[in-house]
């Protein structure tokens, strides 16, 4: 059902750091949302869920905070999972309905070479 992998997409979102040993993003969502829409059990949902997060990493406390101020310096720092998820689910929270506002300003802020040209 709908209400499960919505339950196991934030369960993942929660534990789990976005990329693997590899330095990949995991494919856990994408693996999930496919099984849901091709018509797997819940059961079956389920019982894949807990074998795709066997290989996916707990999150592991960052060395510092990511702020507005910071946000730039750490990037691609595997040791900063953590921080970078907290400061963007901070962010989409303060930002109410202009959180595309808000993330477009991000990417473009106003920096000589802005994050989406970088």
């Not at 894949?48 to 720092?77: F, V």
């Amino acid at each position: 059902s709908r209400i499960l992998l919505d339950k196991l997409l934030t369960d993942s979102y929660a534990r789990y750091q976005v990329l693997d040993h590899r330095g990949f993003h995991t494919h856990t969502a994408h693996h999930l949302a496919s099984l849901h829409c091709l018509g797997a059990s819940d059961e079956r949902l389920e019982q894949l869920g807990k074998i795709m997060c066997k290989e996916n990493a707990p999150y592991e406390p960052s060395p510092h905070e990511i702020t507005s101020a910071n946000w730039r310096q750490s990037l691609g720092d595997e040791r900063f999972c953590k921080a970078y998820r907290d400061f963007f689910d901070q962010q989409l929270t303060t930002s109410g309905d202009k959180w595309c506002e808000k993330f477009l300003e991000l990417l473009n802020d106003h920096k000589p070479e802005p994050l989406i040209n970088s």
